[in-house]
């Protein structure tokens, strides 16, 4: 299963956040599984589309994933998949 960390800025949006085991086999699977435990995440992570939004990225291993429209980036079983809130300013 494929572990799913989220950075402080969402879990200040959503306190019972916490890393989670995954066992889906796409991001979007992974992601509806992450809703299931904490409803309303995936209105954060996603647009009205199912892309990922301007100011969230989602790291996989360590690299921040290339297809923010489909979400088609493959991971392994034992990936850590890292979603966090894009922070910027100056």
Not at 41 to 63: A, E, S
Not at 79 to 85: G, H, K, L, R, V
């Amino acid at each position: 299963m494929a572990l799913v960390k989220f950075t402080y800025a969402l879990k200040r949006f959503f306190p019972k956040l916490a890393d989670t085991k995954a066992n889906g086999k796409t991001l979007p699977a992974v992601l509806q599984e992450i809703e299931a435990s904490y409803p309303g995440v995936t209105k954060y992570v996603l647009d009205d589309q199912g892309r990922l939004r301007q100011h969230v990225n989602i790291f996989i291993d360590g690299v921040m994933i290339k297809d923010r429209t489909k979400l088609s980036d493959p991971f392994q079983e034992n990936s850590e998949i890292y979603i966090m809130q894009a922070l910027s300013g100056g």
